[in-house]
């Protein structure tokens, strides 16, 4: 029998979200009877309770800060303890959405262009608002640097970009990128394998918090999604490059833009959800992987030394 330590919760702002995650994960394999469960939710006594179960393996279901950036990875590398989805390097690579946007940009992959801002006691408004004209111009996104689930995410234009980026002080550091209109399309990669896209047409502003998680806001999901062959492979072979230039593993997700036929990259997530809402279950289902062998196939992938 393995046994599965089960990772989910945590400290991030993703919180309940991770946690719904684990829901769904939990209930699909409870299902099959040879795997022996334990959900924790990591704090101050987490290596004390992995110790005490021993598992096979861990099942990394956290999001954001301390489980998508490389700490829990580093512990769990400590620990000697094999685990699922992306390593370290790469978690922290990848949860920077600065520095994963400048190993992009090196390699050739389109991203929208940006200026980080950085909140310092005296800043002038006018210099920020200049820059961004000297640059790209609004509309402009606003987004915290390694953040998720659209948390802190603000499109504005001139006229209310002060009041939305003092929404933002906490953060200290922050993007502030073109906006890109056009079409949200995000793919997937599945061990070391391109396993489809879904393309997301929000009834709301964008594709923030609500419409990601709430069926109420009706976002409407899109498989399959109406490209041409060749941009079809052209994005998959995109989110591959972007996947292996960051070294990740198990599975990861990225999302795009797609606008005058050009596909910007705006992030790729190392811990990708996997609600009944999430993105990835729904690539893999019209894949024909259903749910539980989406999860068994990113177990099977759990290491260490990554
Ligand atoms: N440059 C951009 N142009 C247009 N829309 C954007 C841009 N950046 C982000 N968005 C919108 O905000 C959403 C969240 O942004 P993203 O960079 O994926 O951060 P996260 O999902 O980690 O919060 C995107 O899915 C998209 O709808
Ligand atoms: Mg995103």
């Known amino acids: 029998m393995d046994k599965v330590l089960i990772l989910a919760g945590g400290y991030s702002n993703e919180r309940e979200i991770s946690l719904i995650t684990a829901k769904s994960v939990i209930n699909e394999l409870k299902k099959n009877k040879k795997y022996k469960l334990l959900l924790i939710e990591p704090d101050g006594n987490f290596v004390k309770k992995l110790r005490k179960f021993k598992p096979n393996l861990v099942l990394n279901l956290l999001h954001g800060r301390y489980g998508e950036d490389g700490y829990i990875q580093s512990i769990l590398e400590s620990e000697k303890v094999k685990y699922t989805h992306s390593g370290v390097l790469s978690s922290s690579l990848a949860i920077d959405k600065e520095i994963s946007k400048k190993i992009f940009i090196k390699n050739n992959i389109l991203t929208p262009p940006y200026i980080k801002f950085s909140f310092k006691n005296n800043f002038k408004i006018q210099n920020v608002i200049k820059k961004i004209g000297q640059n790209f111009g ?67 502003k964008f594709y923030d918090y609500k419409a990601k998680y709430s069926s109420s806001a009706e976002t409407e999901h899109i498989i399959p999604v109406n490209l041409s062959p060749k941009n079809f492979n052209k994005i998959n072979t995109i989110a591959m490059k972007a996947h292996r230039l960051l070294k990740c593993r198990g599975v990861s997700r990225s999302d795009f833009r797609y606008y005058n036929n050009k596909f910007y990259l705006l992030e790729l997530n190392t811990q990708p959800g996997m609600t009944s809402l999430s993105l990835v279950p729904e690539i893999a289902k019209f894949k024909k992987i259903c749910f539980m062998e989406l999860i068994e196939e990113i177990m099977k992938d759990a290491s260490i030394d990554k």
Do not use: H, M, T, W
């Not at 390694?146 to 003092?166: A, Q, T």
């Not at 056009?182 to 929000?202: C, N």
């Open 138 to 204: 609004f509309p402009v996104v606003l987004k915290p640097i390694n953040e998720g689930s659209s948390v802190g995410v603000y499109i504005c234009n001139k006229r209310n970009f002060k009041s939305n980026l003092l929404k933002l002080e906490k953060f200290k550091d922050i993007l502030i990128e073109k906006y890109i209109p056009g079409r949200e399309i995000q793919a997937a990669i599945l061990s070391q394998k391109k396993l489809g896209i879904i393309e997301l047409k929000p009834k709301r």
